[in-house]
Structures are given as C-alpha cells and as structure tokens.
C-alpha cells in the first residue's frame, strides 16, 4: 500500500522557536494532502487541505499565519509551527491523497512539545 | 450541521464479538471509512463502504445504511492487541473526511 512518511517523529522545542514538520509520499504523487492535529483522547482536527502548487485552505479558526503550509511539489508537504507556545504542544498528522484514490493515507504522526 | 455519532468507549471479552456503531448527518456522501488507532500513533485505514451492505475483511465487517445514516464496525475473534480506538470518518460532498470522536475499545482476557 501507499506509505506517507513524517519528520521528525518528535520534537521538543523552547517557546518563541518555530517548527517545521515534513511529509512525505514515498511510492505515490499527492496532490492532496491534509494536515491534522489531535489532542489527547480526542478526534482528529482538521487543520488544513493543501493542494500540490496552491495555496493551503485553512479551516475555521486555525491561524493561517501561525500554522504555515507549503506544498511545493507531489511528494512533499510541510507545516511550520511558527513562534511556538506550550498550547501548540500535540500530535499532528499528516495524511496524503492521490487523484486517483479516495483513500487518504495517514503519516505516523509527529508529537510536539514547546516547553 | 454535520455530525457523527459513535459511542465513547466500549468494553468487550478477548475471543468475543462486539460490534461499534456509527451514526452520520452530513452535506453529502461520498463513502464511509473506518480507521484503527492506537495511544500515541496515526490512524490505520480498515475499512470503506460507499454502497449499502456489509463488506467482510477477514475478523472484521462494516456494514453501512445510506438511507439510515448508519454504520456499524464489526470485531470477531477479538485479541488483545485490538484494544484501540476505532474512527468512523464520512467524506462529504467535498471530499474531506468528517470524523467521529473515536471508540475506545476495552478488551479484557
């Protein structure tokens, strides 16, 4: 099956530095991918849908400023957490979708801690 | 609105059946996922059902109802490393993915 990679896995990082997350489609072309955030014991949350040389749509309440997305070329999407505070500490997933398919297919995952 | 329904959390016995329901209000219908969780990873794809009826993967079954807004997520021969979280996740008209809160499934030996 198709695999979507993510880096880093985990990330600790002082308040006021930014950081960024990568994911990548190994063996297929996304032209969609969307980015999601999870907080302990809850449902995944929407960020945002990029498509590959567009911009990002940000869904409702989500910073597009401080939540930066770029999705440069087919296989790779990156989401800068920029000037980062303790309440952007979560898992955030990526997940990638090719033309073709319906599915999306989920990265590992990336747990952040801003202390 | 768009909703969807599951139940927080299930107990279930190693060896037994338990099946986790999902209910869905949405603006459009474009197929039905269920997804596996586990604490501290990403979701594992399981099942899709865009037609009504029950798809069948060896010790697990999805059964969807358009007309009903309902699906159900069936677990048989349950083993221990299934204690996880199951999604239920709609993509709508739009093709995003609405997801559910999650069932967190107990199973006890």
């Known amino acids: 099956g198709a695999v979507v990679s993510q880096h880093p896995s985990r990330v600790i990082c002082k308040s006021g530095t930014s950081v960024k997350i990568e994911c990548r489609s190994l063996?297929?072309?996304?032209?969609?991918m969307f980015w999601y955030r999870q907080f302990p014991k809850k449902s995944l949350m929407l960020m945002a849908t990029?498509?590959?040389?567009?911009?990002?749509?940000?869904e409702q309440g989500v910073e597009k400023d401080k939540f930066l997305i770029n999705h440069a070329s087919l296989t790779l999407s990156t989401l800068t957490v920029t000037s980062a505070h303790p309440e952007d500490s979560s898992f955030y997933i990526c997940?990638?979708?090719?033309?073709?398919?319906?599915?999306?297919?989920f990265g590992p995952g990336t747990r952040l801690t801003v202390t | 609105g768009q909703n969807i329904d599951q139940p927080t959390e299930m107990t279930a016995t190693e060896g037994a059946i338990v099946q986790i329901n999902c209910t869905y209000q949405?603006?459009?219908?474009?197929?039905l996922f269920w997804y596996q969780q586990h604490a501290g990873e990403a979701p594992t794809f399981l099942s899709y059902n865009v037609l009504d009826g029950l798809e069948e993967k060896g010790r697990f079954s999805s059964f969807l109802s358009r007309s009903k807004g309902y699906s159900y997520l069936l677990l048989k021969e349950l083993q221990m490393k299934d204690s996880a979280s199951y999604l239920c996740a709609v993509m709508d008209s739009n093709y995003q993915l609405i997801w559910g809160a999650g069932t967190k499934l107990i199973i006890k030996p």
């Open positions: 990029s498509n590959e040389g567009s911009k990002a749509t940000y």
């Open positions: 063996d297929f072309q996304a032209t969609t």
């Open positions: 949405t603006s459009g219908f474009n197929g």
């Open positions: 997940s990638a979708r090719d033309r073709q398919d319906y599915e999306q297919y």
